[in-house]
């Protein structure tokens, strides 16, 4: 079977392009374009990131930068993933202690880059930097008796969460930000205005759960302890999971 060419925008991610042996010395590399590139994402959101912008940026024409990225759909990947720290130190630690510093990490620097947000996911995770992220999450696994399917679809489990609740920490925060009056600043004020309409016989269960204060009192719309029992309720299910396989091995992978 033919090896299956790798996409432009991967090879460009590795530093897989062929280099051209004639021709002048770029003055540019694909490192700086990205570089300006989340420069502007930081400052101006995802708008701003223009290929126009981008050129202006690094002080070349336009066309300059095609030579270095397809597209800026191509450039969009690239950035997605440049702009992610490095993963966790695995370190030895027992998996669910990783997981938890792994999925924390993960909501954190989604949520200090939100225009990785609007951005969304264009393509699988291809780039070095989103690898490192997955490979690690897979090797805090590795001891489990776990298949291989398993604890990929673990790793996915756990992105999803921690990119939906970047997410609603995000749009809470800045929809709270943009009230006129500002009377709805957080969970504790949207449990106070709750109890004032909600009908106890037409939401008697709601009406039970406001009266117990189950929203909470944070003054802020996001409070720690709801992602910790969320995440504790999915790693409590890896755990059972784990429990089934016992230590022989695992099971072929689910999914």
């Given amino acids: 079977m033919a090896q299956q060419p790798l996409p432009p925008v991967v090879a460009r991610m590795w530093g897989r392009e062929a280099i051209p042996r004639h021709g002048?010395?770029?003055s540019l590399?694909?490192?700086?374009?990205?570089?300006?590139?989340?420069?502007?994402a930081d400052r101006e959101g995802l708008e701003g990131v223009k290929m126009s912008s981008v050129a202006g940026e690094v002080r070349v024409a336009t066309m300059s930068l095609y030579r270095y990225v397809g597209s800026k759909d191509e450039l969009l990947i690239v950035m997605a993933d440049a702009a992610a720290p490095e993963p966790p130190v695995l370190d030895g630690?027992?998996?669910?202690?990783?997981?938890?510093?792994?999925?924390?990490?993960?909501?954190?620097?989604?949520?200090?880059?939100?225009?990785?947000?609007?951005?969304?996911?264009?393509?699988?995770?291809?780039?070095?930097?989103?690898?490192?992220w997955l490979d690690r999450a897979l090797a805090a696994l590795a001891g489990t008796g776990l298949g291989h399917g398993e604890r990929l679809n673990?790793?996915?489990?756990?992105?999803?969460y921690a990119t939906r609740q970047a997410s609603?920490?995000?749009?809470?925060?800045?929809?709270?930000g943009a009230a006129e009056d500002g009377s709805i600043s957080g969970l504790a004020d949207y449990g106070h205005v709750l109890a004032q309409v909600v009908d106890p016989d037409g939401y008697p269960e709601l009406a039970a759960?406001?009266?117990?204060?189950?929203?909470?009192?944070?003054?802020?719309?996001?409070?720690?302890?709801d992602f910790t029992f969320g995440l504790d309720l999915l790693l409590d299910g890896i755990q059972a999971l784990v429990a089934r396989q016992g230590p022989a091995g695992g099971a072929p992978g689910i999914g």
Avoid at 105 to 122: I, K, N, T, V
Avoid at 168 to 176: E, G, I, P, W, Y
Avoid at 217 to 225: G, K, L, P, T, V
């Fill in 24 to 26: 002048p010395r770029p």
């Fill in 29 to 40: 590399d694909l490192g700086r374009i990205v570089d300006a590139a989340i420069r502007i």
């Fill in 93 to 132: 630690q027992p998996w669910r202690d990783y997981l938890t510093d792994w999925t924390r990490a993960h909501r954190d620097f989604l949520l200090a880059r939100p225009w990785l947000l609007a951005l969304g996911q264009h393509t699988p995770p291809a780039g070095p930097r989103a690898l490192r």
């Fill in 154 to 160: 673990i790793v996915t489990t756990l992105t999803g």
């Fill in 168 to 176: 609603l920490a995000h749009a809470l925060n800045s929809a709270a």
């Fill in 209 to 225: 759960a406001l009266r117990a204060n189950a929203f909470g009192a944070a003054e802020q719309w996001i409070d720690d302890a």
